[in-house]
């Protein structure tokens, strides 16, 4: 009779339904399908099934005879019992009958369950009649497993979460050879890992680029699924150390469909303006940063290249947006955001060491250090001129806080200071942030960045990899040519052109962080956190991260403002290209790595539609996108709202000279605003030529990249809250001026740094109409006059 296969759990093994630990019952049998082995061709069709890409098949092939049967149980052993993590034993039932096959899961902590001991096996192998011997010695293998797995076998530090972290990370470091290490050092796109490259060639890390997705529209589940099939590959090579995936969750889980897209960076730095007295919020980016990181993780991801601090001292950048501020201050605090992600560390906590306190949280990643905002004439990865004061001054000071706050990694910029690549500047990276900020995380590369060391990209590949690795670069971004970066640091350091202490150096930092954020413990991945992934509570948080980032910077006049508007009116206008574009909405960074147009590429609200939920039932809401005069003047408006701006766009396709909304707003916002009272809500990443058009405009709003929520406009256009937000950038009168920061001279923006009206809710305007009513010897008076002064708010007041 053949018994039926059983998953075995760490420490926990079943056999037909009867316990091999007497008094305790552990695990669940498996429902899986039986089949009949009669042949050395059957069998190895079978093992190859068992599990896929897991057995070397030349090894499988060779041990295989038509007569040698012991050769199949020592194979199967030798593979448990070397790499420590899966194997297949097989085992009698009873008699000379046929024998199933028992799957051993290596408990990888000490006096803790694993959740990698729930893979399943595909199908059950059972045998023909076999020899007493093969009988005898299949047990004696399955003893030994069970030996294995009840923890009676070696005792290994580095598995040890009881152990001190620096412990671990000698231990390891002492065990590897140099293929192990330099793979640790290694960062491949998904789209060339498989489970067999990350068992044979060790890699210590995958990440997703821009967009890169398991499939259209994937679910959390999807991801989970996908970056779980990844570990499994490199939990079984020979020491088992996990791999870290990364992406850029750079305003929210932006690459992911369904996720909470927040304002992007230059967004959120209009929320804090340290130079003024403003009712901001302190903890606003560290819920921000705590939201992001339970999504990211919701998919089984541990790892973002988040947050960018640059200060962007020329909106001509193209990745000025994923600034806070022109003003280090600013960008110094919303370094919280590392908060969010991460953790707080204790009060006792070693400064600069990694921190990451939790499943729901993220390791992640100050970048790009430094100077990335600095560059001539805002040209991404381009070179900033700078004397070494006004590098520390201006572009270092985040890189101290960050590092305060227990920041996991630090990528490097593409960028040049003062003609040197930053990628290949020891004196910085390793001078300077190990040396003198005392980080003791990991560096990693942008993506090819050792590429573009040299000039035209990969001309002189060996070379830029030596600068590279000795400038300090821990982990390199490959992402795509692993085996040629593997082969040129082998050869390098065999050469002794690369000493083996700086790679030891490099990735003792990588074991630290892995360590540190518990990888070892829970390499694998669940489902735990999927409904968090776009939850109702975070697209709330959006939202009010999006009416306090908004900038009012003109609101008609002291005796007649423009906002709040009126809910009831007869009809409204709503038009141009931003209006309804919840793609334009969200900018680059969304979906996809340079943005997309329409609504349709995940979920969220537009403008257009938050003003059709905010105004009264009787309110007719008309939308054109570019509405003609007559068309304006046969509608008898009450008002017009327009949104314009700028398309999405990342990086270097970001960069311009220009700085001009989209055609045709500037023909939309001139002619509309000509034929009926407007407020003009600007959508960019950065300021634009307004100067021309101002003049016309009753009310005008800075939005920025506001994200998915656009809810969160509608709040302060419509008075449930005020306006609140600062400039946190300079907004120039023309291009001509640039670069123009506060401070410099001369400074004749259109806006300052700073600026922003302020208004309150109507709530509090009726509020303070009423207790001013109240306290009055001559209540009906007061109270004429309160409609008198604001019309629009009768219907609030009735």
């Given at each position: 009779?053949?018994?039926?296969?059983?998953e075995?759990?760490?420490?926990?093994?079943?056999?037909?339904?009867?316990?091999?630990k007497?008094?305790?019952?552990y695990?669940?049998?498996?429902?899986?399908?039986?089949?009949a082995i009669?042949s050395?061709?059957?069998?190895?069709?079978?093992?190859?099934?068992s599990?896929?890409?897991?057995?070397?098949?030349?090894?499988?092939?060779?041990?295989?005879?038509?007569?040698?049967?012991?050769?199949?149980?020592k194979v199967?052993?030798?593979?448990?019992?070397a790499?420590?993590?899966?194997?297949s034993?097989?085992?009698?039932?009873?008699?000379?009958?046929?024998?199933g096959?028992?799957?051993?899961?290596?408990?990888?902590?000490?006096?803790?369950?694993?959740e990698?001991g729930?893979w399943?096996?595909?199908?059950?192998?059972?045998?023909?009649?076999?020899s007493k011997v093969?009988?005898?010695?299949?047990?004696?293998?399955?003893?030994?497993c069970?030996?294995?797995?009840?923890?009676?076998?070696?005792?290994?530090?580095?598995k040890?979460?009881?152990?001190?972290?620096?412990?671990?990370?000698?231990?390891l470091?002492?065990r590897?050879?140099?293929?192990e290490?330099?793979g640790?050092?290694?960062?491949i796109?998904?789209s060339?890992?498989?489970i067999?490259?990350m068992?044979?060639?060790?890699?210590?890390s995958?990440?997703?680029?821009?967009?890169?997705?398991?499939?259209?529209?994937?679910?959390?589940?999807?991801?989970?699924?996908?970056i779980?099939?990844?570990?499994?590959?490199?939990?079984v090579?020979?020491?088992?150390?996990?791999?870290?995936?990364g992406?850029?969750?750079?305003?929210?889980?932006?690459?992911?469909?369904?996720?909470?897209i927040f304002?992007?960076n230059?967004?959120?730095g209009?929320?804090?303006?340290?130079?003024?007295?403003?009712?901001?919020?302190?903890?606003?980016?560290?819920?921000?940063?705590?939201?992001?990181?339970?999504?990211?993780?919701?998919?089984g991801?541990?790892y973002?290249?988040a947050?960018?601090i640059?200060?962007?001292?020329d909106?001509?950048?193209?990745?000025?947006?994923?600034?806070?501020?022109?003003?280090?201050?600013v960008?110094?605090?919303m370094?919280?955001?590392?908060l969010?992600?991460?953790g707080?560390?204790?009060?006792?906590?070693?400064?600069g060491?990694?921190?990451?306190?939790?499943?729901?949280?993220?390791?992640?990643?100050a970048?790009?250090?430094?100077?990335?905002g600095?560059?001539?004439?805002?040209?991404?990865?381009?070179?900033t001129?700078?004397?070494?004061?006004?590098?520390?001054?201006?572009?270092?000071p985040?890189?101290?806080?960050?590092?305060?706050?227990?920041v996991s990694?630090v990528?490097?910029?593409?960028?040049?200071?003062?003609g040197?690549?930053?990628?290949?500047?020891?004196?910085?990276i390793?001078g300077?942030l190990?040396?003198?900020?005392?980080?003791?995380?990991?560096?990693?590369?942008?993506?090819?960045?050792?590429?573009?060391?040299s000039?035209?990209p990969?001309?002189?590949?060996?070379?830029?990899?030596?600068?590279?690795?000795?400038?300090?670069?821990?982990?390199?971004?490959?992402?795509?040519?692993?085996?040629?970066f593997?082969?040129?640091l082998?050869?390098?350091?065999k050469s002794?052109?690369?000493?083996?202490?700086?790679?030891?150096?490099?990735?003792?930092?990588?074991?630290?962080?892995?360590?540190?954020?518990?990888?070892?413990?829970?390499?694998?991945?669940d489902?735990?956190?999927s409904?968090?992934?776009g939850?109702q509570?975070?697209?709330d948080l959006?939202?009010?991260?999006?009416?306090?980032?908004?900038?009012?910077?003109?609101?008609?006049?002291k005796?007649?403002p423009?906002?709040?508007?009126?809910?009831k009116?007869?009809?409204?206008?709503?038009?141009?290209?931003?209006?309804?574009?919840?793609?334009?909405q969200?900018g680059g960074?969304?979906?996809?790595?340079?943005?997309?147009?329409?609504?349709?590429?995940?979920?969220?609200?537009?403008?257009?539609?938050?003003i059709?939920?905010?105004?009264?039932?009787?309110?007719?809401?008309?939308f054109?996108?570019?509405?003609?005069?007559?068309?304006?003047k046969?509608?008898?408006f009450?008002?017009?709202i327009?949104?314009?701006?700028?398309?999405?766009?990342?990086?270097?396709?970001?960069?311009?000279?220009?700085?001009?909304?989209?055609?045709?707003?500037?023909a939309?916002?001139?002619s509309t605003?000509?034929?009926?009272?407007?407020?003009?809500?600007?959508?960019s990443?950065r300021?634009l030529v307004?100067?021309?058009?101002?003049?016309?405009?009753?009310?005008?709003?800075?939005?920025?990249?506001?994200?998915?929520?656009?809810?969160?406009?509608t709040?302060?256009l419509?008075?449930?809250?005020?306006?609140?937000?600062k400039?946190?950038?300079?907004?120039?009168?023309?291009?001509?001026?640039?670069?123009?920061?506060?401070?410099?001279?001369p400074?004749?923006?259109?806006?300052?740094?700073?600026?922003?009206?302020?208004?309150?809710?109507?709530a509090?305007?009726v509020?303070?109409?009423?207790?001013?009513s109240?306290?009055?010897?001559?209540?009906c008076?007061?109270?004429?006059?309160?409609?008198f002064?604001?019309?629009?708010?009768a219907?609030?007041t009735?």
């Amino acid at each position: 009779m053949v018994g039926k296969i059983v998953e075995v759990y760490p420490r926990k093994i079943i056999r037909n339904e009867a316990v091999i630990k007497p008094g305790v019952t552990y695990g669940r049998q498996s429902k899986l399908p039986q089949q009949a082995i009669n042949s050395r061709s059957q069998l190895q069709d079978a093992i190859y099934q068992s599990p896929p890409s897991w057995l070397d098949d030349d090894d499988v092939d060779d041990a295989i005879t038509d007569e040698n049967w012991l050769d199949v149980a020592k194979v199967f052993s030798e593979f448990a019992q070397a790499i420590g993590v899966l194997g297949s034993v097989p085992f009698g039932l009873k008699g000379d009958h046929a024998f199933g096959t028992v799957v051993i899961m290596r408990d990888r902590s000490v006096g803790g369950e694993w959740e990698a001991g729930r893979w399943d096996l595909p199908g059950l192998v059972t045998v023909g009649k076999m020899s007493k011997v093969v009988w005898i010695v299949g047990i004696l293998l399955w003893m030994c497993c069970v030996w294995v797995c009840n923890g009676q076998g070696e005792y290994v530090l580095y598995k040890d979460p009881n152990q001190k972290v620096s412990d671990r990370v000698v231990d390891l470091l002492g065990r590897m050879t140099l293929e192990e290490k330099i793979g640790q050092m290694v960062q491949i796109d998904r789209s060339v890992a498989t489970i067999n490259v990350m068992r044979d060639y060790f890699i210590g890390s995958v990440l997703s680029g821009g967009g890169s997705s398991p499939l259209p529209q994937a679910t959390a589940q999807n991801w989970v699924d996908m970056i779980n099939e990844y570990q499994k590959g490199a939990l079984v090579s020979r020491l088992g150390i996990p791999m870290i995936y990364g992406i850029d969750a750079v305003h929210g889980h932006n690459n992911v469909y369904n996720a909470t897209i927040f304002p992007h960076n230059v967004g959120l730095g209009a929320t804090r303006q340290v130079l003024l007295i403003n009712t901001w919020d302190p903890d606003l980016v560290k819920r921000i940063g705590a939201a992001t990181a339970v999504e990211v993780r919701a998919t089984g991801i541990p790892y973002t290249f988040a947050p960018c601090i640059a200060v962007c001292r020329d909106p001509r950048w193209g990745r000025c947006y994923e600034s806070y501020s022109e003003d280090h201050k600013v960008v110094e605090d919303m370094t919280d955001v590392i908060l969010g992600l991460q953790g707080e560390p204790p009060s006792n906590y070693n400064h600069g060491v990694p921190f990451v306190g939790g499943r729901d949280k993220v390791a992640a990643c100050a970048k790009h250090y430094v100077g990335d905002g600095g560059t001539t004439r805002g040209v991404n990865e381009n070179n900033t001129v700078t004397d070494l004061h006004g590098l520390l001054s201006i572009h270092m000071p985040a890189y101290a806080d960050a590092i305060y706050k227990g920041v996991s990694t630090v990528m490097v910029s593409y960028s040049s200071w003062n003609g040197e690549k930053m990628h290949a500047n020891t004196e910085l990276i390793t001078g300077y942030l190990k040396g003198t900020l005392r980080f003791k995380g990991f560096v990693i590369s942008d993506w090819q960045g050792v590429d573009k060391i040299s000039s035209p990209p990969h001309s002189n590949y060996t070379a830029s990899v030596r600068a590279a690795i000795q400038a300090g670069i821990d982990m390199v971004m490959v992402p795509f040519n692993f085996n040629e970066f593997i082969n040129d640091l082998l050869s390098l350091v065999k050469s002794k052109a690369i000493p083996i202490t700086r790679i030891d150096d490099a990735v003792s930092r990588i074991l630290l962080v892995k360590f540190t954020m518990g990888l070892f413990e829970n390499p694998l991945a669940d489902y735990s956190f999927s409904n968090e992934l776009g939850s109702q509570a975070h697209r709330d948080l959006a939202r009010e991260a999006v009416r306090k980032s908004l900038v009012l910077l003109k609101n008609g006049n002291k005796t007649n403002p423009m906002l709040p508007l009126p809910r009831k009116a007869s009809k409204i206008l709503v038009a141009g290209t931003h209006a309804d574009n919840l793609g334009y909405q969200c900018g680059g960074w969304s979906i996809t790595w340079q943005g997309l147009s329409g609504n349709k590429n995940t979920r969220g609200t537009t403008i257009l539609g938050a003003i059709q939920s905010a105004v009264d039932q009787s309110t007719e809401v008309v939308f054109s996108q570019n509405p003609g005069a007559e068309f304006i003047k046969s509608n008898n408006f009450s008002y017009a709202i327009i949104a314009v701006g700028e398309p999405p766009y990342a990086e270097t396709a970001g960069d311009s000279d220009k700085l001009t909304m989209m055609d045709p707003g500037p023909a939309i916002v001139t002619s509309t605003c000509q034929a009926v009272k407007c407020v003009v809500v600007v959508v960019s990443g950065r300021p634009l030529v307004m100067e021309p058009y101002v003049a016309s405009i009753e009310a005008l709003v800075a939005a920025w990249l506001p994200g998915t929520e656009g809810q969160g406009i509608t709040d302060a256009l419509f008075g449930d809250h005020g306006f609140s937000g600062k400039l946190p950038v300079t907004w120039f009168r023309n291009t001509e001026q640039l670069p123009m920061s506060y401070g410099d001279s001369p400074y004749d923006p259109l806006f300052a740094y700073g600026s922003g009206l302020e208004t309150e809710s109507v709530a509090s305007i009726v509020a303070r109409s009423t207790s001013a009513s109240a306290a009055s010897t001559k209540p009906c008076l007061v109270t004429v006059l309160c409609l008198f002064l604001f019309p629009r708010y009768a219907s609030f007041t009735s």
